[in-house]
């Protein structure tokens, strides 16, 4: 396993991706890039991560899911699972992969790439704790679709006894260790994201963005069909969603 530490990039996953034949030639394919500052990160549909002060970016390389849909999915309930064993951490996720804490705000988020059909190029945003700083540097901190939060209450649980530019590296080798040691099948990826799931049986409102129209629908969410789909029960039927962004009541 290679990691590549970097004090600052603009992205983790473009660097990933720029570089990744080099690796692949040396047959180098467990593979992740960290940072102590990323400056222009970006989420799913190239909208703006903001990176906080104590956050964490960063890519990596992963064999796709047998089902490729599930990845995503698959890699949120790791992260959380990682961070539930290790700090006792309260987490859920809003579909498709957003990570939230116990207030239902989003502290967590997954990109992924298609390398080729079966390696994917995976992307995680992580908002570890709360610093002054944030809201000063980031004015449009209200704003945010999903309103924005932190995994945990206080930085200290996180720095006391190491740097945080050392936590800041060991973090995501850790959580990637954890992922491709513990990956599950796709019974068991529906199964856990359905228990996790914020917003099981409740009222919540998908825009679906096709051909730069947005279409918005509203239901009961039911939970995650074979491929990742949102199962909304809109009356008496049941309709399946594959692409789209979730809103919250």
Known sequence: M????????????????ENIH???????????????????????????????????????????????TLTSLEIAILIIEFLSIKYKTELYLKWPNDILNSRGEKCGGILLDFFDQNLLIVGVGLNLANSLNDKIFF???????????????????LFNQISKENFKKEMPLNIYNYIIHNRKNSEDIINCWNKLSIHINKLVKIIE???????????????IGASGEALIKIENEIKSVFVGSLILY
């Open 22 to 68: 080099e690796y692949l030639e040396k047959n180098i394919r467990d593979l992740i890039v960290s940072t102590s500052k990323q400056t222009n990160g970006y989420g799913r549909n190239g909208r703006i991560w903001d990176y906080f002060e104590n956050a964490l970016a960063f890519s990596f390389l992963l064999p796709a899911n047998q089902i490729k």
């Open 209 to 223: 963005t096709a051909e730069e129209k947005k279409k918005y629908l509203e239901g009961i969410f039911i939970g």
């Open 139 to 157: 004015p449009h901190f209200e704003k945010y679709i999903s309103p924005a939060g932190y995994i945990f209450d206080s930085a200290e649980l």
């Open 2 to 17: 290679k990691q590549i530490h970097l004090k600052a990039i603009n992205s983790t996953q473009d660097y990933l991706k």
